[in-house]
């Protein structure tokens, strides 16, 4: 692939196109999304020694800042916005990295080198980083329109979810939360500690059952039914109902059952924002495609984070959501623009905060067989790990509470070394 000059000048940043926009002195590195891998990614030119204009734009009326905490600490009034965000202004100015906040781009000119963006804008470019992110999933249910019911992924939506949420604190109306995945259970967790009365819905028969053990997904249904909250399992919602102000008042189950509800979140998973890249003809498959490098076919477009879907080596696509992800990619964005292969093949891990726990996740159990437990999986504050095997490989492990044990298990799994399953079980044993 061709690379971006690290010691390319604002007067030279060009790519070697004798006619292009990218060659004009405006020409440099711009970055769609100024999120955790589009910051990731600006970061990591400058430390790989990119010397020319780099843009990080993003659509947000902010500069980039801290998503998890908007279903945790944030919302749980426990963070200021300095705390929140990523970087402060003159941290990107010193680094001569030029944010532009409220600018959304609309389309990609391969062909000019150049980003059109909302306000009719062209930016050329001579290397351009997709890290647009994800958006919530919404839900085709009819009702979903009614005021109160919301989804979660900007710093926005967590404004209005916690005003939603005080405005059913003082009137004593219910949260439901439709999907328990990881961002609803940690609203509602959140909910539970304003002490709000909080349903979770969930279709499936057990919470997190693509990604958790059935052990564990009962240890945390357990968790929040141990914290108040009203979990139903299995069910179907139906609609939506309002009330004649137009605020939601109750969720209707396909069972012909009614939850009355002051607030709605729906928590239903989250859909790469993948258009500007599928309309400039790059290949899209549940999010951009890209390489372990963070390569798309077009050697000047790179894409990184919760937009992407990456091509592993047996050709299958992995879309991952975890700031782990978006910060690797980003960093690996950065080396292919500037000509050298950084693959991104670590192990994957997430964590999740929900009341008094802390879950942490290494690795990928899909096709595990068996898994072991490290430690007691009890009542008690005390940490344990589920350990996932395939046959005698080790796979993923999720903990709880047990910091260290995820740690191990990331290194233990980087360098593809076993315990064998009793080792796993053995606390006493040494990982
Ligand atoms: P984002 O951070 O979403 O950044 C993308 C940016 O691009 C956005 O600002 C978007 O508005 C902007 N954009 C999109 N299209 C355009 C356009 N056309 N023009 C201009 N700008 C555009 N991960 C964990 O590992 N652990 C957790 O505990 C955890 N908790 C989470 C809790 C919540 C509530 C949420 C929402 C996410 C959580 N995540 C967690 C996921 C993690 O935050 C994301 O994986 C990460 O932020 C992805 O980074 P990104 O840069 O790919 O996308």
Not at 36 to 49: D, K, M, T, V
Request: proline residues 4%; charged residues 20%; contains cysteine.
């Amino acid at each position: 692939m061709s690379a971006v000059n690290a010691e390319s000048s604002a007067s030279g940043g060009g790519t070697g196109g004798a006619t292009s926009e990218a060659n004009t002195p405006s020409a440099g590195i711009v970055i769609v999304g100024a999120g955790q891998a589009g910051l990731s990614c600006a970061e990591a030119l400058r430390s790989g020694g990119f010397v020319g204009p780099i843009t990080l734009l993003g659509d947000e009326a902010t500069g980039p800042y801290h998503r998890p905490p908007l279903s945790k600490a944030w919302l749980a009034g426990e963070m200021d916005a300095a705390q929140l965000a990523m970087r402060a202004p003159q941290m990107l100015e010193r680094k001569q990295i030029s944010l532009r906040t409220g600018v959304r781009a609309t389309a990609i000119d391969r062909a000019a080198r150049c980003l059109v963006l909302e306000n009719g804008e062209r930016l050329p470019y001579s290397g351009l980083v997709l890290a647009t992110g994800s958006r919530p999933r919404t839900l085709p249910l009819p009702g979903a329109d009614a005021s109160g019911v919301l989804t979660l992924r900007s710093r926005d939506d967590a404004s209005a979810l916690s005003e939603g949420l005080a405005r059913c604190a003082e009137r004593g109306l219910p949260l439901v939360v439709i999907g328990g995945g990881f961002i609803g259970l940690e609203v509602a967790a959140t909910a539970r500690k304003k002490g709000l009365p909080v349903t979770v819905l969930e279709a499936a028969p057990r919470l997190l059952g693509r990604v958790l053990a059935p052990a564990l997904s009962d240890w945390v249904a357990d968790l929040h039914r141990s914290h108040g909250v009203n979990l139903m399992l299995g069910v179907q919602t139906a609609h939506i109902a309002a009330g004649d102000d137009g605020r939601v008042s109750a969720v209707a189950l396909a069972d012909g059952r009614s939850l009355p509800a002051g607030l709605v979140l729906l928590g239903v998973g989250a859909v790469a924002n993948d258009e500007l890249a599928a309309q400039a003809g790059l290949a899209c498959e549940r999010g951009i495609v890209v390489d372990a490098c963070g390569r798309t076919a077009d050697p000047l477009i790179v894409a990184a984070g919760d937009c992407t879907a990456r091509r592993l080596d047996d050709g299958t696509l992995l879309r991952l959501e975890s700031v782990q992800n978006a910060t690797e990619q980003g960093k690996s964005a950065a080396a292919a623009l500037l000509g050298q292969a950084r693959p991104f093949t670590a192990t994957p891990w997430f964590w999740s905060d929900q009341y008094d726990r802390k879950l942490q996740m290494a690795g990928l159990s899909a096709g595990a067989d068996h898994w072991v437990l490290r430690g007691q999986m009890d009542g008690g504050s005390g940490g344990f790990s589920v350990c996932h095997y395939r046959g005698t490989q080790l796979l993923a492990v999720d903990s709880v509470n047990a910091s260290k044990d995820h740690l191990l298990a990331r290194k233990l799994l980087d360098a593809g070394v076993s315990p064998t399953a009793d080792q796993a079980a053995d606390t006493a044993f040494d990982l």
